[in-house]
């Protein structure tokens, strides 16, 4: 984990204090990523399994019909 942190996030997520938004930081090899509104948990991931990751979002593989 990078010390300190550089956490980015989204321009989408918008400048009105809302936490409601996803941070991302890279360290080398290792991406984290966390809520806004709850820093202090923080999911480690490669580089190409959060690649793969947004592909299957992208492609729908995550959706749920009828849910």
């Known amino acids: 984990m990078p ?3 550089i956490w980015q996030k989204s321009s989408f997520s918008g400048v009105d204090g809302s936490h ?3 941070e991302v ?11 806004g509104d709850r820093p202090q948990e923080i999911v480690a991931i490669g580089p190409a399994a959060l690649r793969d990751f947004v592909l299957g979002v992208k492609a729908g593989e995550f959706d749920q019909p009828g849910a």
Request: charged letters at 20%; a negative charge.
């Open 20 to 22: 409601n938004c996803l």
């Open 25 to 35: 930081a890279a360290d080398g090899g290792t991406v984290h990523i966390r809520e």
């Open 3 to 5: 010390s300190p942190a």
